[in-house]
């Protein structure tokens, strides 16, 4: 049986500064925040998603794994290991859903929205990209001053109309956590993409 | 700990060993020293509280329930604020705690002393040198900057609440976007007043959604909560929610187009420092009715002092000839 990954060698510094850049990406929408971690989870987790997920997840939040993650059992070990997250194969139920393979990330209303009283009740995605681009899409909205470029690679062709149609359920919706080698971004829902023209 | 032959490095380091156990706890004699874990809270209980800070940040001016936690402190004193600052305060972090403006009455000085023990973070009186700035009823008055973080203690965060004491029904009323009764209230106070007569936790809409409690501070800091580059963190301990306004967000105070929001202002500067244009606190001088208006943020005053602005009030200063 092969050994499991380790978790943060210091779970309090390193939770907290992982939260930390997930926190100011959260507030600044699109902006590509440093995240550097010490960890060598299994394939197909990667070192950015898997601190974010020993930072945010445990016992209290429902896990739903992409099909790329669920068919590495060594990464269901891993998370249950050193998060005690229950995972579930429901994404509708899941509090975050890990997404290794964003080029095929299901149905955004596949999910859990929110309820129009608790709207914080809504799935957050973390997805792994392998970089984050030069600036496909225009992006405003609180955390934002004026509008800020983003991209992301790679991502389903029909993302910005997602966004767009994620946006449009304000208050409800998605918030979406993206990890790239060294960094961390955020899409919440209440970005807007901005018109052209 | 038992060194046989105390040489003086080794009893010094033993004190300071005796007076960092005195620091943690107070405990009884043959019990082993109480340590926290680093700023109090349990990492679950952070896990939770960071969780309901996300998406209070993803949706600006939505109370978040979150399970507020027991604290050392009664609720009242700022526990809501206490326990959001736990959940992001790092030990790079330079902390700043305000009460009512002061870094130096009661509630400041505790705080303040509760996270340099339970945190060992640094502390600091400067609103330019702090990341992080836990107030209670005010926003200071110098500019915030890109990457603080003010942090408010709440006691009621739900504007609507003493419209509506159901939470089912200020719930849906959230939901719907249905801000009616808020508006009511306003008009009533004109009705009656003459004039809009709210001048503290008066209620702002956060980007063009939520109608939102800024907490217990004077209309007059209002406009200091739009477009800021700070993110703002609430947090109500008792009521257990946590809301949030990234920065550069929307924030407008409610009001109408006959009767426009308008904050306080003073006849006269600040007794102390001559400013203009800052919120001022009544300090009473003796029976005879004497009195002055003062800075109300201390480290502002204290900075403008130093600078060599005077007021009306100013000890006449000993090296003028300097």
Redesign the interface.
């Known amino acids: 049986m092969p050994a499991l990954a380790l978790g943060f060698a210091d ?3 390193d ?3 992982a ?2 850049a ?3 990406a ?3 929408p699109g902006d590509v925040v440093p995240l550097d971690t010490r960890l060598a989870p299994p394939a197909p987790l990667t070192p950015e998603m898997a601190a974010s997920a020993l ?4 016992y ?2 429902p896990v739903w794994l992409d099909p790329a993650l669920a068919a590495a059992p060594e990464t269901a070990d891993f998370l249950r290991f050193h998060t005690g997250a229950p995972l579930t194969g429901d994404p509708a139920a899941a ?1 975050f859903a890990l997404v290794a393979d964003p080029a095929a990330l299901p149905a955004f209303d596949s999910f859990a929205q929110g309820e ?5 009740r809504s799935t ?1 995605l973390i997805l792994a990209v392998e970089r984050f681009d030069a600036a496909p899409l225009v992006l405003e ?5 004026g509008w800020r470029g983003f991209g992301a690679h790679p991502l389903p062709a029909d993302f910005a109309a997602r966004l767009a149609a994620n946006r449009a359920l ?2 409800l919706g998605l ?1 979406l956590i993206l990890t790239a080698p060294g960094a961390v971004a955020a899409l ?3 970005v807007r993409l901005q018109d052209e023209g | 700990m038992n060194a046989q032959t105390p040489t003086p490095q080794a009893e010094s380091r033993q004190a300071e060993a005796r007076q960092a156990e005195t620091r943690q706890a107070k405990t009884p004699a043959g019990m082993p020293a109480i340590t926290y874990n680093f700023a109090y809270l349990d990492e679950q209980t952070k896990r939770m509280i960071r969780r309901a800070i996300l998406k209070a940040i993803a949706i600006p001016g939505y109370q978040v329930p979150f399970a507020s936690r027991e604290m050392p402190m009664p609720y009242g004193w700022g526990t809501g604020g206490v326990q959001v600052t736990a959940a992001i305060l790092g030990p790079d972090d330079v902390l700043k705690v305000i009460d009512q403006g002061s870094d130096d009455t009661t509630n400041a000085v505790a705080i303040r002393g509760f996270f340099e023990t339970t945190a060992g973070v640094a502390t600091t009186t400067r609103t330019q040198d702090a990341t992080i700035i836990q107030t209670r009823h005010r926003i200071p008055e110098g500019a915030l900057q890109a990457g603080q973080v003010l942090v408010y203690q709440v006691p009621i965060p739900e504007p609507l609440r003493f419209l509506e004491p159901r939470e089912t029904e200020t719930r849906k009323l959230h939901g719907l976007a249905d801000y009616g009764l808020m508006h009511v209230k306003l008009y009533e106070d004109i009705a009656r007043h003459g004039h809009i007569a709210t001048t503290y936790a008066y209620p702002v809409e956060v980007a063009g959604r939520y109608v939102m409690d800024p907490s217990p501070i004077p209309k007059f800091d209002n406009p200091k909560m739009d477009d800021s580059p700070a993110l703002q963190l609430f947090g109500a301990g008792r009521e257990k929610r946590i809301y949030a306004i990234p920065p550069h967000t929307k924030v407008v105070p409610l009001d109408f187009e006959d009767h426009p929001f308008r904050v306080q202002h003073f006849a006269k500067p600040c007794a102390l420092c001559g400013a203009h244009g800052v919120y001022l606190d009544e300090v009473i001088l003796d029976d005879r009715g004497g009195r002055m208006f003062v800075c109300s943020d201390t480290d502002y005053c204290n900075t403008r002092q130093a600078e060599g602005h005077t007021g009306e009030m100013s000890a006449p200063a000993p090296e003028a000839a300097e």
């Open positions: 779970p309090v510094r939770s907290q500064a939260f930390k997930l926190m100011w959260m507030a600044q930072a945010l997840i445990d209290e939040t509090r129009p009283d608790y709207p914080d957050t909205g609180p955390g934002i001053k304000f208050p918030d919440p829902r209440s």
